[in-house]
Every structure is written in C-alpha cells, then in structure tokens.
C-alpha cells in the first residue's frame, strides 16, 4: 500500500512566498503549518489551503520543526520552508516513491536547487546539495540544542531523488547581505570561544581557502557573477561569525571545519572511484559483493549504468575538479567511510581530491581487498574515528 505523506511548514510573516509553496504541495495527504507570530496574513493563507495551522513563540529552528513533527500523522513527513517549492518532477518522484518503499529506506536525499539574484545556481551552491527532507515520521528527531544546522542525517542508505526542491535563496542584494548576517549571527551562537590564534585562523584563512576551494576546485566560477558573490557572502559570513565569537562566544569546544559534522552511524558507505571502462568492469562487481556482505555502495564512473548496480555518480570530466565535485555530492547524500580504487590511476586521481573527500579511513585497493574482509575492517575503523 502506498504510505500517506505530510509536509511541514515553519513560518513567519511570509504571506507573499507561502501560496506557491503550499500550491507546490497539492500532492500531499497533508500539510502541517507551525506559524511563529505572523503579523501578516500568514496563518489566513495557511487555513484557506487546507493545512493544520498552529501558532507557536519561535523558539529556534530545531524546535519549531519538532512541533510540526508532532502534529503530523503521515507515514512519511516532507519538511520545506515557506521560501522553497517541489518541483514536479520531484512530486511525480515521491509519489512513485511512496508507493513502493524500498525495504529498509528510511530517509530520502533531495537535490536543493537554490536561485540567487534571480538565476538558478549550479557549483557554486554546491548542487545538488542534498538536503534530508523526506523521512519515515518517528524515526528521526531535530537537535533542539543547535541555533543553526538543525538538519537530520541518515543512519543508512538514503533513497537519493533527482527531482529539486526549488530554493528561492535570495531576490536582492540587501536580502543576500541579511541573510549572511544572520546566518553568522547564529553560527556564533553555536560555536565555542576560540584561542585567538584559533579565531584569527577563522577569520582570514579558513575563509581565505574555502573561497578558493569552492570557486576553482568545485567550480564555483562556472556560475559567474553570481557564484562569485554568492561563495564571498558565504566566506564573509564565516569571517565575521568567527570575529563575533573571539570577542566573546561562549564557553566549550573549539570550532570544527568548513561544514557541518555528519554522525557516522549505520552500514558503512564504500564509494568506487572509476576512471575508465575497465575500472568500472572491476568495480561493479566488488561493490555488490560489498553490499551483500551490508555496506551501502555506490560508484563514481565515466561509464553510463546498464542496470542502475550499483547505484552511479556520473564522473563529467577527467580532472580533480570533477572528481571533486562527484564525491562532494555523494559526501552529502551520507559521509563517506571509505573509498574503492582499481589500480594506479585511480590512486593517482584519489591525490589530487581534498583530504575532506578522502573517507575517514585510506582509499582500498579492490584487486588486493576481498570485498567482505573491507566492509569489517571500515566498519571498525570508521565507527572508532567517528565524525568528519
């Protein structure tokens, strides 16, 4: 039997961008809508669609989802914002996702399309930027300690989706340039006081390598102008949320790296790295071993799926930079615990990727690691090393 789906909505004061949002969720069974004091026609336009509106004193992102959740009574629940819209190929995608479940899914990766200054952005959003919107309801809860990257992470294999969550980031400049000052507002709420060796390292090099990391590793320039702006607001946003807690963060634990830290839990992910047809011929095989002996696999390679086994990252070029990009995206669909290599080449190719992309054990050679003993030696050693 299909399973029933409910979209939850958090808002305030959005009654020009929530109609088209709550239009974009037609095909759902119901949606819920957790209104935070809307001095506009928010909760108004919310009853008239049909959605179960409730008011609630805004009390941090975490917690506000967590009040939607309770409300909800689908099978499965759809978290988006007011700012954000289903695509129709994403809703024809859920529908045929709902009605046949895979056994054993419990979360599903959805491609974040964001539109900046008016155009849609492609690397320099780090597209597809998955986000884990759908899930089973009950089996997954929001940190209510977190200010900010409050989101849910999978603790096996996620169903990854190609339909976009349609992302309206930002229309002008102003609302860009608020956007990140609030985003660094929150960061610093969250993070620790740092030493001041530590904070000034925050505030001119770690924002310094993120802009060139993102802009000519990841490709962030392919998107023009409007890549470039949007890479500097968010680099500036680090800069200045580092700034704010030197002068006088709170007490605790230092700060991590560039993103938000992914708990490793469940099955172990392997990712096959192919750089030609024959490695790919090597590859499939092993990563189905692989995953009969439990690890959650997918390959990255040139060469197109005849069978969609294993599941396939496109590799779209022959330099890092590509190699980059398709591992970032597999890095945010659920943290990679170790990558698969056939041969030199792909050795090669694994040291030019960033470190951050590597796994959290060294890359394994398929041709001299029996695919079962690999899945017991990176389910001990990922499990000990514990987040990235």
Known sequence: MAKSLTACVIARDEEERLPACLESLGFCDEIVVVDSGSRDRTREIAAAAGAKVVEHPWRGFAVQRNVALDLATGDWVLEIDADERVSQELAGELAGFLGAVPAGVKMGAIPLRDIFLGAPLGPSSRYPRYRHRLFERGAFRHDESRSVHEGLWPDGPPAV?????????????????????????????????????????????????????????????????????????????????????????????????????????????????????????????????????????????????????????????????????????????????????????GRLAIRLAPAELRGAVPPLDSRSTAAGAAVDLVQRASRLAGPT
């Open 161 to 345: 989706m190609a339909g976009e969550l349609v992302h309206l980031l930002a229309s002008s400049w102003r609302e860009a340039i608020a956007d990140a000052r609030a985003y660094a507002r929150l960061e610093a709420e969250q993070r620790a006081q740092p030493s001041l060796r530590d904070g000034l390292f925050g505030i001119v090099v770690r924002p310094a390598a993120k802009l060139a990391y993102r802009l000519f590793v990841l490709g962030g320039w392919r998107d023009g102008w409007r890549g470039v702006a949007r890479i500097s607001l968010e680099c500036g946003a680090d800069a200045l949320a580092a700034a704010r807690r030197l002068s006088g963060g709170r007490e605790g634990e230092g700060e991590g790296g560039f993103g938000q830290e992914q708990p490793r839990t469940g099955p172990v992910k392997l990712v096959g790295v192919a750089g030609s047809a024959g490695a790919d011929r090597r590859l499939g095989p092993w990563l189905a071993e692989a995953a009969a002996a439990g690890a959650d696999v997918a390959l990255v390679s040139p060469v197109p799926a005849a069978d969609g086994t294993p599941r396939r990252r496109p590799l779209a070029g022959s330099g890092p930079g590509a190699l980059a990009r398709a591992l970032d995206a597999e890095n945010q669909a659920r943290p990679i615990d170790a990558l698969v290599l056939s041969g030199a080449r």
